[in-house]
């Protein structure tokens, strides 16, 4: 999930096992979420985004769910590597008094060999 | 980072010092924003452009002003350096104001 404390929530995988990233969204407005993917000391990464229209999408290895009634994003991760190894977050575009767009704080995925 | 280079990449300077970064893009694309992320935060936008001499403020735009003369060069100015923009700044682009934002590699910020 979210956080807006100091310390990002972690998530600890095994190498092949799924995983699965939560995100809770702050605006009932919002119509387009997005999937970063960031390494450290690196930029942040598109993975894969969603309308309002849909609650589902799949990419390669990656799916994202959406959930309106209880503003809630999902990414899960097939398969998992170490190369997913990174912080994820969502991020929701709002039109609402002015386009914006919201960044989560992020959740750092772990996987162990 | 393809299509989107930031320089510095690191810099230290001290406090009351001017400071630019600079966002370069070559996707031609119209939107170029500058945010900076700090632990315990998203990202949070600083400035934004919307066309070349179109720039507008995100929500901490204090201390802080921006330049777009041409497409693909967006730059971020610090008046006047303080400790509290120590940060990692990043730049990023998108073809239009409701589109997918991509992300240059950041610049190291540390003001002493």
């Known amino acids: 999930g979210e956080s807006v404390g100091l310390h990002l929530p972690t998530l600890s995988v095994q190498e092949g096992d799924n995983s699965i990233i939560n995100c809770a969204y702050s605006?009932?407005?919002?119509?387009?979420f997005i999937w970063y993917k960031q390494e450290s000391g690196k930029g942040p990464q598109f993975i894969i985004d969603?309308?309002?229209?849909?609650d589902k999408r799949q990419g390669q290895r990656v799916t994202v769910l959406l959930n309106k009634t209880v503003k809630h994003l999902s990414l899960q991760i097939a398969a998992t590597q170490p190369g997913d190894s990174a912080v994820y977050f969502c991020?929701?575009?709002?039109?609402?008094?002015?386009?914006?767009?919201?960044f989560g704080a992020g959740t750092r995925l772990f996987v162990k060999a | 980072d393809a299509g989107i280079t930031q320089s510095p990449r690191h810099k230290v300077t001290e406090t009351g010092t001017p400071v630019t970064l600079r966002c370069h893009q070559t996707?031609?694309?119209?939107?170029m924003y500058w945010y900076r992320q700090d632990p315990g935060h998203g990202l949070r936008l600083i400035h934004y452009?919307?066309?070349?001499?179109?720039?507008d403020k995100g929500e901490v735009s204090d201390g802080y002003s921006v330049s777009r003369s041409k497409t693909e060069d967006f730059l971020l100015t610090l008046e006047s350096a303080t400790s509290s923009q120590t940060s990692v700044y990043f730049c990023?682009?998108?073809?239009?104001?409701?589109?997918?934002?991509?992300f240059g590699p950041g610049t190291r910020l540390l003001v002493l």
């Open positions: 990023a682009i998108s073809a239009g104001g409701e589109e997918t934002q991509y």
């Open positions: 605006n009932s407005a919002s119509d387009y």
């Open positions: 969603i309308r309002s229209n849909m």
């Open positions: 991020a929701e575009n709002t039109n609402t008094g002015g386009f914006k767009t919201i």
């Open positions: 996707e031609n694309h119209r939107y």
């Open positions: 452009s919307y066309g070349v001499k179109d720039t």
